[in-house]
């Protein structure tokens, strides 16, 4: 039997990407995102999650950095367009285990997928957090690892090398 996996697709700054399903606790539409002051550009602000806090993450800064829109504007600002989502993500961290809720500010949620293993290759990019690059029909996708990311983020953060 091939493995295979069940993966949700979104976009982000355009780019297409997917995460494994299990990682998702919920996709919200538009939610109101309250800027956070002094914090690294790839904290978005925060929302409010069943009366919690939850931190919202544009992983787009680390996939393509100082990237610009078709029509020249910065992805700075996140829009709260009938179009945008929050993909609110949990994962225990790699490193010691840490229970992680994150917000992830994405574009478009596309669909959920059934890819077989045979559809992931290696990816070669610099982001430590991209597992794989998917290839199907579509066109390439890349295959972000939630708990990876999520740690990323938290070390960069700590680091400030990230500072808006």
């Known amino acids: 039997m091939t493995e295979t996996y069940d993966l949700l697709f979104f976009l982000i700054r355009g780019r ?3 995460i494994e ?10 939610p109101a995102v309250t800027p956070v002051p002094l914090v690294p550009a790839l904290i978005r602000g925060a929302i409010s999650f069943h009366g919690l806090p939850v931190p919202v993450l544009d992983l787009g800064v680390e996939l393509q950095p100082g990237s610009l829109d078709s029509g020249g504007q910065s992805f700075d600002a996140f829009s709260r367009s009938a179009q ?11 490193s010691d285990g ?19 293993a045979d559809a992931l290759r290696p990816h070669a990019g610099h ?11 579509e066109g390439p996708a ?10 990323t983020t938290m ?9 808006a």
Request: hydrophobic share 55%; net charge positive.
């Open 16 to 18: 297409r990407c997917a």
């Open 21 to 30: 399903v299990s990682a998702v606790r919920e996709v919200l539409a538009a």
């Open 84 to 94: 945008d989502y929050v993909l609110v993500v949990e994962a225990h961290l790699p």
């Open 98 to 116: 840490t229970f992680v809720r994150s917000g992830l500010a994405v574009e478009r949620v596309m669909r959920v997928v059934t890819v077989p």
């Open 127 to 137: 982001t430590s957090f991209v597992s794989a690059t998917i290839v199907d029909a």
């Open 142 to 151: 890349l295959l972000i690892d939630v708990p990876t990311a999520l740690e």
């Open 155 to 163: 070390k960069s953060i700590r680091s400030g090398r990230l500072a």
